[in-house]
């Protein structure tokens, strides 16, 4: 055996012993609400295409468009020659859709993060960040040279404590960064709290709105728009990959912030740009949206039928707020029975388990669309609830 896959494999070898190791379901279909996994025909319950716009047919025409209009690829990074006038459109019609000076595209939402936030602050600057952060934000505080502060969950009281005790050491920048809506519990951060601390203590404020856009505020327009916070918040950051349906990461601000971050961030200047399929179809996302209210209209609707129901059988689904909806079981176990036992049943949603969330609160994370009949709705709840009694999970 080779020196790297010795000590791969005895890696790999601990996680499969603490069942920790992650298992690749593979789709044999397009991501649809009733998708083909691991050769199984199953209900999706668990994709971030909260819309179902991965599938849409303006989406798909624009892709094929741009394909034999542009070609596959870009042929170059965006600072040399892969800057078409796709992404300039893509980036403009995203500004104008968040009510934002500018945009930049990212390849990636984990990208915009890890590119961003090592930027924004450096030696002598403190980045606060919210306890549940999501990773790609804790690996762009790790690449800083900036201290970093912890505030506990959504708690405003300790935000306040952290600024407090930030005061007594004259750090140059200050930045609150939060997830808009928090992946594992659905829930959303307390913006207007968040900027009235920023604005006493002079800080400033990035928001990562990867589940919010497409979900929150008029038309999928993000948190921003959904407190009515526009102008208030300096950096707005989010994804193609979820709402929108297609990939790429993004960030939403000033002209100037724009100008900015297209000279200092790494993982803009140093990768190649997306091909044409990709950016036509981003931008497609923004015009489905913006012209056609009913699709987050719907997805709410389904949430909140979704939710309702799941609560009424007995299932503690935390402080979700979103779409995103965590059936919380408590032990692992238990949590991977359930999700194994609701795909027996023909329903995909995967388990949640520690180290994402604490040891207790494990719970499989179930995810609305928009694309979900009631029919479909119905069918996931029975199923739930069958697995659920057998699991004496509820009674
Ligand atoms: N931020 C949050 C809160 C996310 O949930 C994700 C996706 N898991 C990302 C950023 C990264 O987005 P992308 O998939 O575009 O890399």
Known sequence: MSKMDEFMGAEVKRLKEADLDWKIHVLGSASLPHSVVDGKQVLMLCSNNYLGLSNHPKLKKAAIDAVEKYGAGSGSVRAIAG???????????????????????????????????????????????????????????????????????????????????????????????????????????????????????????????????????????????????????????????????????????????REYALNKARTFLLTGSHPPAVVAACKAAIEVLDEDPSIVKKLWENTKYFKGKLKTMGFNTGESETPITPIIVGESSKAQKLSLMLFNEGVFALPIIFPMVAKDKARIRTQVSAALTKGDLDFALEKTEKCGKELKIIN
């Open 83 to 257: 800057t078409m006038k796709l992404h300039i459109d893509c980036e403009k019609t995203l500004a104008n859709f968040k009510g934002t000076e500018a945009a930049l595209l990212f390849q990636t939402g984990f990208m915009a993060n890890s590119g961003m936030i090592p930027q924004i602050a450096g030696e002598g600057d403190l980045i606060i960040s919210d306890e549940l952060n999501h990773g790609s934000i804790i690996d762009g505080v790790r690449l800083t040279k900036a201290e970093r502060g912890i505030y506990k969950h959504k708690n405003m009281e300790d935000l306040r404590r952290v600024l407090e005790e930030a005061k007594k050491k004259n750090y140059g920048k200050i930045w609150i960064i939060t997830d808009g809506v928090f992946s594992m519990d659905g829930d959303i951060a307390p913006m207007p709290g968040i900027v009235k601390l920023a604005q006493e203590y002079g800080a400033m404020t990035y928001v990562d709105d990867a589940h919010g856009d497409g979900v929150l505020g008029r038309n999928g327009r993000g948190i921003v728009d959904h407190f009515g916070l526009h102008g208030k918040v300096d950096i707005e950051m989010g994804t193609f990959s979820k709402a929108f349906g297609v990939v790429g990461g993004f960030i939403c601000g000033s002209a100037t912030m």
